[in-house]
C-alpha cells in the first residue's frame, strides 16, 4: 500500500515537472519581447506547396510560392511602413487582378494587397500599382526536415523600385520588370519596430 503511494507521488511529481518544461518550452517559441525582435519559425511547407501564400499572423509574414514557384516569406506590412507604427496589415486577395501601372502588365489572380495605402504586389513581392517605395520585404527562408524555417531576426528589404526614367512608358511593346527582392548578405536590412511597442 505504501508502495503504490510512493509510485503515484512520484508520478504526480514527473508529471508536474513534464508540465513545467512544457510551459517553458512554449513561451521559448513565442515572439520574445525583447530589444531584438524575431525568431525561427518552423513552416511545415515544403518547395512542392502550389496553394495561395499562408499568412503566420503571430511572426507577422506570409509564406507561398512566387510566379517561378520558389517558396518566399514575405513581411505582412507595407514596405516602408514597419506596420507596428500604422497598424495596416497585407492581405492575400486570391482573386485579385490588375492592370499594373508600372509597366509590368496584366498581374494576377492573387495580389498582396495594402488596405490603407491601395498598394498592390504580385506573388513575387513586385509593387504592380499604387503608392510605395520599394518591393515587398521578406525574410531568409532555410530548408529543414519537416518544411521551411523563416528566421525573422532579420528583414530584408525590398528591392528598390526603378527610377521614372528606367520605367517603361505605357506604349513600349517590351517592358523591362522591376528587379526581384532576393535576400542575401549582399542586401540591406530593414529596421523594424520593436514588437513592445506593437499597435502604439
Known amino acids: 500500500m505504501i508502495r503504490a503511494r510512493v509510485a503515484v507521488t512520484v ?3 514527473l508529471s508536474l515537472a513534464a508540465l513545467a518544461l512544457g ?7 513565442v515572439r520574445d519581447h525583447s530589444d531584438t525582435p524575431g525568431r525561427l519559425v518552423q513552416t511545415r511547407m515544403n518547395n512542392d506547396y502550389v496553394g495561395a501564400p499562408v ?3 503571430l511572426d507577422d509574414f506570409f509564406v507561398g510560392p512566387d510566379r517561378s514557384g520558389r517558396v518566399r516569406a514575405f513581411y505582412a506590412y507595407p514596405p516602408g511602413y514597419f506596420g507596428h507604427q500604422r497598424g495596416c496589415k497585407m492581405i492575400w486577395d486570391q482573386t ?3 492592370v499594373s501601372d508600372r509597366g509590368l502588365g496584366s498581374a ?3 495580389l498582396f494587397v495594402d488596405p490603407c495605402g491601395g498598394a498592390r504586389f504580385n506573388r513575387d513581392g513586385l509593387l504592380v500599382a499604387g503608392p510605395a517605395d520599394r518591393n515587398l520585404d521578406e525574410f531568409l527562408l532555410s530548408p529543414a526536415v519537416d518544411g521551411f524555417i523563416v528566421d525573422t531576426k532579420t528583414l530584408y ?3 528598390p523600385l526603378p527610377s521614372p526614367s528606367e520605367t517603361p512608358e505605357s506604349g513600349d511593346a517590351t517592358p523591362t520588370p522591376a528587379p526581384t527582392a532576393t535576400p542575401g548578405p549582399e542586401d540591406r536590412t530593414c529596421d523594424r519596430v520593436s514588437p513592445n511597442t506593437k499597435g502604439s
Open 11 to 13: 508520478a504526480v511529481l
Open 23 to 29: 510551459v517553458v518550452a512554449f513561451t521559448r517559441t
Open 55 to 57: 499568412s503566420f499572423p
Open 96 to 98: 485579385a487582378t490588375i
Open 108 to 110: 494576377g489572380p492573387g
Open 157 to 159: 528589404c525590398g528591392a
